[in-house]
């Protein structure tokens, strides 16, 4: 028993606690800034995307976006553009690739790359003012990302 905790744990440390099939944040291919497969391997669930894209504590999308679907969501943003039929605009794996990193796909964005951990200049630990340090990760996970790209599909004019 004791050995096959272990065990889980040493595969869980160097997996860096990813779930069997996930694509690590450094392993995404983009091409043409879209990420063509599945960064988990299962299908998102929309409606947890929709919760994640109004909360102001995950992805917090409405703070730069309008989404007419979250009317309920106060103070919505207008720095980018509104994500009403974004599902029309853009792929499946074109949504996959914005949320993951925008800069891959649209060079000067200012939206923050939400499935990232290498290649900044100077990460902080949060908001304590400190450099991060090894519990540093994405600011969303991967099923998160699947999940905000379901539901986002789902936004039509």
């Known amino acids: 028993m004791k050995h096959s905790i272990l065990a889980a744990m040493a595969l869980a440390l160097s997996t860096g606690g990813l779930a069997a099939g996930e694509v690590a944040p450094s392993q995404v291919k983009y091409e043409d800034g879209a990420v063509m497969t599945s960064l988990t391997g299962t299908p998102g669930d929309a409606a947890e995307g929709r919760k994640i894209v109004g909360s102001k504590k995950l992805g917090n999308c409405v703070a730069c976006h309008v989404v007419s679907d979250l009317a309920d969501v106060p103070f919505q943003g207008e720095i980018g553009p509104p994500l009403d039929g974004a599902g029309e605009r853009w792929s499946e794996a ?5 949320v993951s990193n925008a800069k891959m796909m649209f060079d000067g964005s200012m939206m923050p790359s939400f499935y990232k951990t290498e290649g900044f200049i100077r990460p902080g630990k949060a908001y304590t003012g400190k450099a991060a340090d090894d519990t540093f990760g994405p600011l969303l996970s ?7 790209v379901a539901y986002l599909v ?3 004019e």
Not at 142 to 148: D, H, R, T
């Open 94 to 98: 074109d949504l996959r690739g914005i």
């Open 142 to 148: 991967a099923e998160q990302i699947e999940n905000v």
């Open 154 to 156: 789902t936004l039509k």
